[in-house]
């Protein structure tokens, strides 16, 4: 067999006399040992070296058989099939089949290895075997890998807690970190002073009580008791704080938010904002918040995770005047988006929008789906966007198709759109820019870009122009209208866009640059006459200083009534 010509004649007799499992255990990872030998063996290189063979084709598995066997040299694909032979289990890495033992005893290992019975293998593989290990091991050999370096050579264990059918074999000294474990203990010391006294262990009884705080994450919490450094992994480290709140650990607490906070992403806001709800950490919960504020639309929106927002995190966000969205259109296809995840709980990859799109065209229902009664608790959120402000006609007609909305509701808005178009753009009143303004966004996210776009408003167009200063962190920005005499209007009309031929126009808007860091800068809102004589013509430009990257530029404009 392929596999026996890795051994040598010296390990076949040794292993003559072993049981069987440690002589499975032994043949099946002497092969890769021997060959990972260093190359700086000079026979070893030559043999490499005046091969003519070279590799050895082993049926279609093209294993990493050679002519010569005392090492592989230089053959990387060799290499690496050795080294992942020996990270994997052994009854994945022999041909043979282990009669009766589907797992390897790592206790006898060790023991006949001590005892000189077990070769030795290299402290990359042993590393990597106990990675894996410790990822699948219970609770308690969790804790254990611990408290073995902190208590080695230390007194044995004075205090034994007695959680949910586990017993953890504690240390006073690091008992004392937790509040809730100190106070259990001050008590049973007060309620035991004989046994303490005696030196016996103390017994204290505790229980988690929430099915959300693994044992896992709670056997983390416990062992970073023994942790000065507090070393937490970003995938444990939403458990862990969970069960850091529970014992009122306030240490491994402040930890686990700092690390939550720098690995905020589409793949772990929601996670961690949950987290954050039921420890009550407002300082992590506010930053959630912010984070969906500014990438709910640019990040969050294009992946599969935009399900897991809750219900009254999305309809907060929704309502925030803070939001950042591309236009009003980017939002509403975001909650069409989220509202079909909801309805499909099983879907494991973002859909397409026509497939959205297409799900809600042919719902078998007579009535629109907000009207019924799977769709009535979602019209709340629908009633957060800003409606009026998708003006593109083939959007309206698609949204209407959709039969999402009542024909009432449907009515009001194509009403709403051609009395502003006719009424020279009229929004409404100037009290209600906060509610009403169209809502226009940019991205930033290096100090090569720069914002040079057309904004269309009910026959108004206007451009929006924004360009980094030299050397610094800071950023111009200027609005300016265009008409229809302009070089720049013939780039930017098309057929389904006219201009209005109104020779000024009062317009309120506002520019909002909102940072990583959660900083944000405001200026306005401004009220402008743009008129087609020079003087209203000219720019007007809104600095902003000390920006960090990525920047996100909305533009909120309004058009009030006459």
């Known amino acids: 067999m392929a596999l026996a010509n890795g051994f040598s004649a010296a390990n076949d007799r040794s292993s003559s006399t072993k049981t069987p499992g440690l002589l499975f255990t032994r043949k099946s990872f002497s092969p890769p040992v021997t060959v990972l030998r260093p190359e700086t063996d000079e026979g070893c290189v030559s043999k490499w070296a005046f091969s003519k ?8 598995s093209n294993r990493w058989r050679l002519d010569v066997l005392d090492c592989v040299g230089k053959d990387l694909l060799a290499t690496t099939q050795a080294i992942r032979s020996l990270t994997k289990e052994c009854e994945q890495t022999a ?29 990359l593989v042993d590393q990597t075997r106990k990675d894996r290990d410790t990822d699948c091991a219970s609770p308690t050999k969790l804790f254990h890998s611990y408290t073995y370096k902190s208590v080695k050579g230390y007194r044995k264990p004075d205090v034994f ?21 100190s106070g259990l203990l001050h008590h ?40 000065n450094e507090l070393r937490v992994k970003e995938d444990e480290v939403a458990d862990v704080l969970a069960a850091a709140n529970l014992i009122e650990y306030s240490a491994l607490e402040e930890k686990c938010c700092d690390v939550m906070l720098r690995t905020l992403s589409a793949e772990t806001v929601i996670t961690y904002y949950n987290t954050a709800v039921q420890c009550e950490n407002s300082v992590l919960e506010r930053a959630c918040e912010s984070w969906l504020l500014l990438n709910l639309v640019p990040q969050l929106a294009v992946t599969v995770h935009l399900k897991k927002i809750p219900f009254r995190l999305i309809n907060k966000i929704l309502l925030s005047p803070h939001l950042f969205t591309w236009n009003e259109y980017a939002l509403f296809k975001v909650l069409c988006n989220w509202v079909y995840l909801q309805l499909s709980p099983d879907t494991q990859v973002m859909p397409a929008y026509s497939l959205v799109v297409a799900y809600f065209q042919t719902l078998p229902d007579a009535f629109p789906f907000l009207c019924t009664a799977k769709g009535h608790p979602y019209a709340v959120l629908f009633d957060a966007l800003r409606m009026e402000n998708i003006t593109d006609v083939r959007q309206v007609v698609e949204i209407q198709k959709m039969r999402l909305f009542s024909s009432e509701k449907m009515i009001d808005l194509w009403q709403y759109q051609y009395a502003t178009l006719f009424s020279g753009g009229g929004m409404g009143a100037s009290s209600l820019f906060e509610k009403r303004a169209m809502r226009q966004g940019f991205l930033l996210e290096n100090k090569l870009d720069y914002i040079s776009e057309t904004v269309f408003v009910y026959t108004f167009h206007f451009k929006i122009k924004a360009e980094w200063v030299k050397t610094e962190s800071t950023l111009l920005i200027a609005v300016q209208r265009i008409f229809p005499d ?3 209007a013939t780039l930017h009309v098309n057929s389904k866009e006219i201009f209005s031929i109104r020779p000024s126009r009062k317009v309120v808007y506002s520019l909002r640059v909102q940072m990583k860091e959660l900083d944000s800068v405001t200026k306005g809102p401004f009220t402008r006459l743009f008129g087609a004589d020079e003087q209203s013509r000219r720019l007007q430009v809104h600095s902003f200083e000390n920006l960090k990257l990525p920047i996100h530029v909305t533009l909120n404009l309004f058009l009030p009534c006459d």
């Open 95 to 123: 041909s043979l089949k282990r009669p009766q033992t589907s797992q390897v005893d790592h206790t006898q290992i060790r023991k006949a290895e001590r005892e000189g019975k077990e070769l030795h293998l290299p402290s």
């Open 161 to 181: 807690l007695h959680c949910d059918g586990i017993v953890w074999e504690l240390h006073s000294t690091y008992v004392r970190k937790s509040a809730t474990l």
């Open 53 to 60: 063979k070279g590799r050895v084709q082993v049926g279609r």
């Open 188 to 227: 049973a010391l007060i309620s035991s002073r004989e046994k303490s006294s005696s030196g016996a262990p103390i017994d204290i009884h505790f229980s988690i009580g929430d099915e959300s705080i693994s044992k896992q994450g709670f056997a983390h919490a416990l062992g970073l008791l023994y942790d």
């Open 486 to 488: 302009d070089s720049a």
